[in-house]
């Protein structure tokens, strides 16, 4: 699957692909944002079929409205479908296009930071169901993907910190240089930095080499899933953002895995200094849903394939077993709800320089002292 740098490429791709039609699926929001995009694809108005913002776009419903516009445009089997915006437009568009006449080619067009590193790449598609994330989709790779920076010129701060969601935990499973990249910044000069380039261009590269060793996600594919298992289950209770919860999810189960003398101390400790530094907070007081986890795709019997961090850059899979995993969950849950304030002042006051009693330098030695 080629992937270009300008939206201009995408002449050369249709030219190359020779479509019968072309349509474009965005979203209500993007269609006035992006006006710009849609002109320079070059289709008409009634060639866009515009979905909710959001994770509303990942519904049946919405599902069933994309198949009957398709239906209505008459696509065939040699048409193209353009899926212009975030993950959930690429994640809805794209499983419309697998399924609709047994699969229709489709280009991914990636609006946000988190898509144009992740989710734009290794062919999932999916929606929402029963309330639980991504579970009927089905792999379906784009014949392109197009990655154009000037999509990330207009987005949100949070937006931002979305993406960095997932580049961090590139930079954790695969590619240490990308966390050593994040160092020199704050999310405000990392917007403007040529650094960025580099960094989504290297997060790509990590996707693509455990997407390319094990496409259907039965194996090495899971450990992409670092930070997920907690962070699905807090995405969709919370209404929170993808990478914001992906976030939240990776600091709990590095705790955990740490419990488990399966992670290096020094990896929790890390990241948090790294969020400190680009200026990311993280509102840890949230709490997963065991019954949540339970509908984790990684789960095989009574054990679960937990993707585990060992240092920045080497990380692995353990298949835990759940009652072991439930057991470590609950005491991780009791620690938060016992000592969260606790762990927030000592942390504010290191960063302030305050003298403390007892006297800590670090956060692994306020932790240490907390937890015991």
Not at 142 to 171: H, Y
Not at 240 to 245: K, L, P, V
Request: net charge positive; with cysteine; charged share 25%.
């Amino acid at each position: 699957m080629p992937i270009t740098y300008s939206l201009q490429s995408i002449h050369g791709l249709l030219a190359k692909h020779k479509p019968s039609k072309v349509c474009v699926v965005t979203s209500k929001y993007l269609r006035g944002k992006l006006g710009w995009a849609i002109k320079e694809i070059g289709v008409s108005q009634a060639q866009v079929i515009l979905l909710p913002d959001g994770e509303k776009a990942k519904e049946w419903k919405e599902l069933e409205f994309l198949l009957k516009k398709f239906s209505g445009l008459d696509l065939d089997r040699k048409s193209i479908m353009i899926a212009l915006g975030g993950g959930t437009v690429g994640d809805v568009a794209c499983f419309a296009a697998s399924i609709y006449l047994r699969g229709i080619k489709c280009i991914q067009v990636p609006t946000t930071l988190l898509a144009q590193v992740d989710s734009a790449h290794g062919g999932k598609t999916g929606i929402n169901f029963l309330k639980y994330k991504n579970q009927i989709g089905s792999f379906h790779m784009p014949v392109a993907t197009i990655i154009d920076t000037r999509f990330l010129e207009t987005l949100s701060r949070e937006q931002i910190v979305d993406g960095l969601g997932e580049i961090i935990k590139a930079g954790l499973i695969k590619d240490p240089s990308i966390l050593s990249l994040l160092k020199k910044h704050t999310i405000h000069s990392l917007r403007t930095s040529s650094d960025l380039q580099k960094i989504i261009k290297k997060s790509i590269v990590v996707k693509k080499y455990f997407t390319g060793k094990d496409f259907n996600d039965n194996g090495l594919r899971q450990i992409l899933n670092v930070g997920h298992t907690i962070g699905h289950a807090l995405e969709l209770k919370y209404k929170i953002s993808h990478g914001r919860a992906v976030l939240i999810g990776m600091i709990e189960e590095l705790s955990l895995s740490e419990s488990l003398k399966l992670t290096h101390p020094s990896v929790w400790e890390n990241l948090a200094n790294l969020l400190n530094k680009l200026g990311i907070i993280v509102d840890r007081d949230t709490k997963a849903d065991w019954k949540t986890i339970l509908h984790d795709k990684k789960i095989r019997g009574n054990k679960i394939e937990f993707p585990v961090v060992v240092k920045e850059g080497k990380s692995k899979l353990v298949s835990i077993n759940l009652d072991l995993l439930k057991s470590k969950f609950q005491v991780k849950e009791e620690f938060n709800a016992k000592t969260r304030r606790d762990v927030e002042r000592v942390l504010k006051d290191i960063k302030e320089g305050k003298n403390l009693s007892p006297s800590f330098t670090t956060v692994k030695e306020a932790r240490a002292y907390l937890e015991n």
